[in-house]
């Protein structure tokens, strides 16, 4: 029987025929175990039928001839079946725990094996000498063995298709070489009778499995809630009680040892005390009483009891009246222990509104103060305010001192703002590295004194472990207003202010009002109209051209995009991306700005180059090379022309994933740049672990080579640091002749700037370099085509 590689076993294959029943790995064991039983009460019947069969193969045929034949395959089959009889034997006269049942399968299934051979054989060789009487009595004598140890076989599979393969092909083989047209039918519907045999026998031993199977589930179900019944007995602590009509408590009959144990719990619990005396003052003691005294049943009442060294204990006492002829008796039930229990439910109570950290409120509780807040607004003069905390420099804490010391700062961070609230604020932490506080002054004056004091403690330095951190906060602060029932609005207008705040810089705070309202707007609408924009074609791209140093021959031209709004005209990037690169819009635009500027591309000369901008966002797109790909395939453009132009800001995330990128993207055939060189980003490590074609001087440097010895000297730098890295080097900004020929004189190979062109429309540029005519769709058409090719 053939097993998985998990440890389960199969017992079919695709290759034997088709797919077994997965048995678990504890149940195999017992399933041989259990095909070994069953296989011992057939056993004999099958070694029986063996050796009769062959007796009376060999009375029949031996008047017909191949007397030598026969007398060998008598030998051979007495041999076989009479050695198994006896191997069985010693197999059955071992200890039970002892045997080896896998190796008892792997023996019948090589008597299988043999049998099969000789049952094969027999009719190849008799049936060419027998007449038709003969033929008849042989394939009686053959299809019945087939059949009959088929499904006696079928307990262990692998040796019943090793029995009935060959004994039925054998039959198969024997009817095709008789002549006649009758034999070749006859062979044919033996093969088909051997194919249904097949399925007869994986059939029945598949039902013996998953009866096996359900027999074993039912058991370990039985075991298990015999387990569980068990221990139940063993560790129950119910306890009976009885009152008398008066509700004092009776002399009780002989119960569970538990009944003493709780009675003797504290020393007013003993019998002859009323029921209600012997717990805790309080409502739950109260409701008791009721119950008692209006003689109503009462189940799962929970009420606290004190033992004898004053800790607090919680029972569960059921209880109905005992009335016998309408007369009333008193009172009977069951009590238990559920100290456990309820501090269990405490304590999951405390959790779901208590951060397990800091031990402060959470978003919950916090949520349910405002809004109970909002239902009661405060009387004047006094100011209410919700405050948004965020620390500034929480990630460094994480990043550089490990998961732990953010803890830890958190735990401090909380003890600080509990240290400067007063008594009647209420301190949250809503999650992570923010918290929340809802505070109350006698007016905005005292307000504000609070805020710059608050903000200006909080940027105290923190020890943490003898290191030190400097996690200061920025606060958004959002005053309660009449017009405001949600809490929502109040923890998004204090959001708002929030991210305001952290725009200002850190360690500020910020006053909501209605412009961040309306900003906030604004951010929407634009992000609005920008996916409108992308649906209706109102993207353009411009272009600007990129010139020889020294000839002033245009050598490249840089796409720029542009927004053609329908009431705003055209709109450049500066008010567009950075909404765009927020709610993810980038990745298709910059997707459309490649398939649109190499569309455009064909109309230039094919020693101009074409350069595209690609925003970080779209470096970890799954998609950019495959838009490049086809982009470049589209065009029937040389892929050297293209030039990917990615900033520092880029490199500075995921910096080992951003290069396995660029790399691939090199792999393609385009030139890498590095565009804005030196504002600030820079790691002379990315230059070297990056081979880039080109680096771009940003226009911050050019702009002051006139009048500034430090930005020659920079500028300069730069030129000379491409040269020796065997990189090409590009100046933009350049406004003046005066730049230009400086930058000509450093050796930097190309410049870019006003001083040349303005960014315009393709057809706007035919002064500066000879366009041809399209021979792509035009870049109107470029995102429609994108779309259906990605619907497709």
Not at 171 to 196: D, E, N, R, W
Request: proline residues 4%.
């Amino acid at each position: 029987m053939p097993y998985r590689q998990d440890g389960s076993a199969t017992l079919w294959s695709l290759r034997m025929l088709m797919q077994g029943v997965e048995v678990p790995e504890k149940h195999i064991p017992g399933l041989r175990a259990q095909q070994m039983n069953s296989m011992s009460r057939i056993t004999n019947v099958i070694i029986l039928s063996n050796v009769l069969n062959i007796i009376a193969i060999l009375a029949i045929f031996l008047n017909y001839g191949q007397t030598h034949f026969l007398y060998a395959w008598s030998v051979c089959g007495l041999i076989i079946n009479i050695g198994a009889w006896f191997k069985y034997r010693s197999f059955l006269r071992i200890n039970p725990q002892r045997r080896s049942n896998r190796r008892a399968i792997a023996d019948f299934t090589r008597v299988a094996i043999c049998n099969g051979l000789l049952w094969g054989l027999a009719p190849i060789v008799v049936l060419g000498t027998a007449d038709v009487q003969g033929h008849m009595v042989m394939g009686i004598i053959s299809a019945g063995m087939m059949f009959a140890g088929g499904f006696l076989l079928s307990r262990i599979p692998i040796a019943a298709i090793y029995y009935i393969v060959p004994s039925g092909l054998g039959l198969a083989t024997a009817l095709m070489l008789q002549t006649g047209p009758k034999y070749s039918i006859l062979s044919i519907l033996m093969v088909y009778y051997l194919m249904v045999l097949l399925v007869a026998v994986a059939w029945t031993h598949r039902q013996f499995v998953e009866q096996y199977l359900g027999r074993a589930a039912i058991q370990e179900q039985s075991e298990l809630i015999g387990l569980l019944l068990r221990d139940f007995e063993e560790s129950t602590s119910d306890s009976l009680w009885q009152t008398d009509e008066a509700g004092v408590l009776q002399e009780l009959p002989i119960v569970a040892e538990a009944t003493d144990s709780l009675w003797s719990a504290n020393e007013v619990l003993r019998r002859g005390a009323p029921l209600t005396s012997i717990f805790h003052p309080g409502e739950a003691r109260d409701a008791l009483q009721a119950a008692l005294e209006g003689q109503v049943p009462f189940r799962d009442q929970v009420v606290p009891i004190k033992d004898g060294n004053g800790e607090m204990h919680w029972w569960s006492v059921t209880g109905k009246p005992v009335i016998e002829r309408g007369q009333f008796f008193g009172f009977r039930g069951v009590a238990s222990d559920v100290t456990q229990s309820k501090k269990i439910e405490d304590r999951i109570a405390h959790m779901a509104h208590y951060d397990g950290l800091t031990g402060l409120p959470n978003r919950i509780t916090m949520q349910e103060r405002l809004e109970s807040l909002l239902r009661r607004q405060p009387p004047p003069p006094a100011c209410r305010a919700l405050l948004m905390m965020d620390l500034d420099s929480f990630k460094w804490v994480n990043d550089t001192l490990g998961h732990p010391a953010g803890d830890e700062l958190l735990r401090q961070v909380a003890a600080r703002i509990r240290a400067l609230s007063e008594p009647g604020d209420f301190v949250a932490r809503l999650g992570g590295d923010e918290f929340a506080m809802v505070v109350e002054r006698r007016n905005v004056h005292d307000l504000h004194g609070f805020l710059d004091q608050f903000a200006s403690e909080m940027s105290e330095l923190y020890d943490v472990w003898g290191s030190t951190a400097n996690s200061s906060a920025s606060i958004g602060v959002r005053l309660f207003d009449p017009a405001i029932h949600d809490s929502r609005t109040m923890f998004r207008q204090a959001d708002l202010a929030l991210y305001q705040a952290k725009h200002l810089g850190k360690a500020k705070w910020c006053m909501f009002d209605d412009e961040l309202e309306q900003r906030a707007q604004a951010r929407l609408d634009i992000q609005e109209e920008l996916q409108r924009a992308i649906d209706r074609n109102e993207l353009r791209i411009h272009f600007q051209p990129i010139v020889d140093a020294t000839t002033h021959k245009t050598v490249a031209c840089e796409t720029l995009l542009r927004w053609q709004h329908p009431e705003r005209g055209l709109v450049y990037p500066g008010e567009f991306i950075e909404h765009a690169e927020e709610n993810g819009l980038i990745t298709r635009m910059g997707e459309w700005v490649i398939r649109a500027a190499l569309a455009e591309a064909t109309r230039l000369p094919e020693h101009v180059r074409i350069c595209v901008n690609i925003s970080p966002l779209q470096v970890h797109s799954a998609s950019l090379a495959s838009t490049i790909v086809n982009a470049i395939a589209a065009s029937n453009m040389d892929p050297s022309r293209l030039e990917l132009e990615i900033t520092e800001t880029a490199l500075m995330s995921n910096t080992e994933f951003t290069l396995r990128r660029l790399h691939q993207l090199r792999s393609l055939g385009v030139r890498i740049a590095l565009d804005d060189f030196g504002t600030g980003f820079s790691s002379l490590n990315h230059l070297r672990s990056f081979p880039f074609d080109r680096i771009k001087i940003d226009r911050t440097f050019v702009s002051d080579i006139e009048t500034r010895a430090d930005s020659q000297a920079i500028t300069k730098s730069m030129v000379s640091l491409a040269r020796s890295l065997g990189m090409q080097c590009t100046a933009e900004g350049v406004e003046t002749s005066l730049q230009a020929e400086y930058l000509s004189k450093l050796g930097c190979e190309e410049l870019q700037g006003y001083f040349f062109s303005h960014a315009h429309p393709l057809e706007q540029l035919g002064h500066l370099v000879q366009l041809q005519k399209a021979s792509v769709a035009p870049p109107l058409q470029i995102l429609e085509a994108g779309a259906q090719s990605r619907a497709s």
